[in-house]
């Protein structure tokens, strides 16, 4: 460096008081199932289309599809059911197997959050106080 002066690492601002468990389920190297899956396919079904859905995450549809077809492969079957377009165009709705994985991911979510809430809490008492 010039000068002799050394830029500084940037430390995250953590001022958060809480902490949140992260979810993802492996199921095969490069096969993942997390929040960002799970958040597309919540979207698809409240706005009723793939690209509604990925447009409301900041997605575009090719991202949104790419993840939505991973998700058929990692299950096998569909996790979404395109609709045929009528004068608004098509849409989608998630399939019975999609809304089950919603559905068990959050479960699965909420059980893991509870379980790990005193060790949560430890780990925050461990940081410096900021």
Do not use: C
């Amino acid at each position: 460096m010039t000068g002799g002066s050394m830029a500084k690492a940037q430390k995250p601002m953590l001022r958060k008081t809480t902490l949140q468990l992260s979810l993802r389920i492996d199921f095969a190297p490069g096969l993942r199932l997390g929040p960002g899956k799970i958040r597309l396919l919540e979207q698809i079904a409240r706005h009723g289309s793939i690209s509604a859905g990925g447009r409301a995450l900041k997605m575009s549809y090719k991202r949104a599809w790419e993840l939505v077809d991973e998700m058929n492969t990692i299950f096998g079957v569909p996790v979404v059911s395109p609709k045929t377009g009528g004068a608004k165009g098509g849409g989608a709705t998630l399939t019975p197997q999609g809304k089950s994985i919603v559905a068990h991911y959050r479960a699965i979510e909420k059980s893991a959050q509870v379980s790990a809430r005193k060790s949560l809490a430890s780990l925050l008492k461990l940081r410096k106080s900021r």
